[in-house]
């Protein structure tokens, strides 16, 4: 018993000297990156720094991208010219690993770094956490499931698509009627085409009840990405649409008018439509060349442009007209000097006859 008990001694001692068995000495010294997160916007660069407090037999940085070692090294930097592998935001992050061996050699080293059989007190690990985000490609608003015109009472559909946006968990969608937010949409509201650790494409849906106010309103939405970064995130918004599709509608006009010969002469006729209408105006049935707005100016009028002028407002539903008369007078001392004459030739008229009956 003697003897076996001995022969076990040697055989431990023997192991125990072996240049391909490794035993951990030290504590674990976990590693400390700089900085300790990372929110990098796909396509940028990307780059941290591993740290331990004293030399160690190794630093590792495990990644699917810019992954790197070295020996007996106290930091180690990692990094990346354009992140665009979205792996390396999926998880706890990318690892950072410090060996720290008492009894080795580089070669044989080399041989357990290339197989990874350590044991379980070899190493010390960090990890490196990184959200990728992508700014949306395109934003984009329609109604769903309806053609032809959109009718006062009725409840339709607004369908918000966000393109190509990352992370999904962060984007908000948010609703506007003209420069008024009407509400906010968010994870649970959305519908998700993709890979959501990937960019995805999302779908979003507002139900409305068209009012008559709509006529002169439009809809957009925005995608909106809260990321705790440097610089905002830009807000992406969709062009705006109007709902209702109608043929105008005369809001105001000047009404009849009377003016003084060279005094300037502005109509106007305020009108309403979806799709916007075009303007002509006519006087006296005839049509006015280069006057397609909302607005007729005459810089002085003469008796001529006297008459009925008519505003015409079209669009693709139809047509609406205005009409307006006008007046024309002359001055108010013209008009004496007129009267002053013919009061004298009055006179001089009157005069004659009395002096054919005089004899003398």
Not at 85 to 105: A, S
Request: with cysteine; hydrophobic share 35%.
């Amino acid at each position: 018993m003697e003897f076996f008990t001995l022969l076990q001694q040697l055989l431990w001692i023997s192991l125990l000297c072996s240049g391909d068995f490794y035993v951990s000495g030290q504590e674990c010294w976990k590693p400390l990156i700089d900085p300790p997160s990372l929110v990098v916007k796909y396509g940028d660069p990307a780059s941290a720094t591993c740290r331990t407090r004293y030399n160690a037999t190794m630093i590792r940085w495990e990644a699917s991208a810019g992954a790197t070692q070295r020996y007996n090294t106290q930091q180690l930097a990692w990094s990346v010219d354009r992140v665009t592998d979205w792996t390396l935001g999926v998880g706890t992050g990318v690892p950072c690993t410090v060996y720290n061996y008492t009894n080795h050699d580089n070669e044989t080293l080399h041989k357990y770094t290339m197989t990874n059989d350590y044991g379980e007190d070899s190493e010390c690990q960090t990890y490196l956490p990184i959200v990728i985000y992508k700014i949306p490609r395109t934003v984009t608003l329609r109604l769903v499931n309806h053609t032809g015109r959109v009718l006062v009472g009725q409840q339709y559909s607004l369908q918000c698509e966000v393109q190509s946006v990352a992370p999904v968990n962060n984007l908000t969608v948010i609703w506007f009627r003209g420069d008024d937010e009407l509400e906010q949409s968010s994870f649970t509201q959305f519908t998700i085409e993709g890979d959501p650790s990937q960019d995805v494409t999302v779908n979003t849906i507002l139900s409305i009840t068209a009012s008559r106010e709509d006529h002169r309103a439009s809809y957009s939405c925005a995608a909106h990405l809260d990321m705790n970064t440097a610089e905002p995130i830009p807000v992406i918004r969709s062009k705006s649409i109007r709902l209702i599709s109608d043929k105008p509608r005369v809001l105001n006009s000047t009404g009849n008018m009377s003016f003084s010969v060279g005094d300037k002469l502005e109509l106007s006729c305020v009108a309403d439509a979806n799709p916007s209408p075009s303007f002509q105006w006519k006087h006296n049935g005839v049509e006015l060349p280069g006057n397609n707005n909302d607005t007729l100016l005459i810089d002085s009028v003469t008796v001529n442009d006297k008459g009925v002028y008519e505003c015409i407002i079209r669009n693709e539903h139809g047509a609406v007209s205005a009409k307006m008369d006008v007046k024309v007078e002359m001055k108010g001392v013209v008009v004496v000097s007129a009267l002053a004459v013919i009061l004298a030739v009055g006179i001089l008229i009157w005069r004659r006859p009395s002096n054919r009956d005089d004899p003398y």
